[in-house]
């Protein structure tokens, strides 16, 4: 499946009432994601590394799709942020300026 295929099958599963609630749940997931890390950075996540991995890919998929349901409430597909996102990378690396900061270096 490409990424635009999973954007389209997605969208069968929207049933947010406002369509602020994906950019808030798009917050809630990564801090998940992040608080699964956290307990395994500290030693104290509750399962084994087979278990913490599947849930990592869990969190990082219902990342996902919220990234994909901001996509589409704007019109844009997942296959354009990301060769957007590969052009840009592509060119700061030409560049040099890969690391360092400011969007638009």
Known sequence: MNLNEYQIKA???H????PQYPYF???EEVGEFMGKM?????GDYQGTADELDLALKKELGD???NVAAIASLHGWTLES?????LDKLTDRKERGVIKGTGDER
Do not use: I, P, T
């Open 11 to 13: 969208e069968a599963f």
């Open 15 to 18: 049933a947010f009432k406002s």
């Open 25 to 27: 749940a798009l917050a």
């Open 38 to 42: 956290a307990k395994a950075h500290r």
């Open 63 to 65: 990342v996902l799709w």
């Open 81 to 85: 942020v990301a060769e957007m996102n």
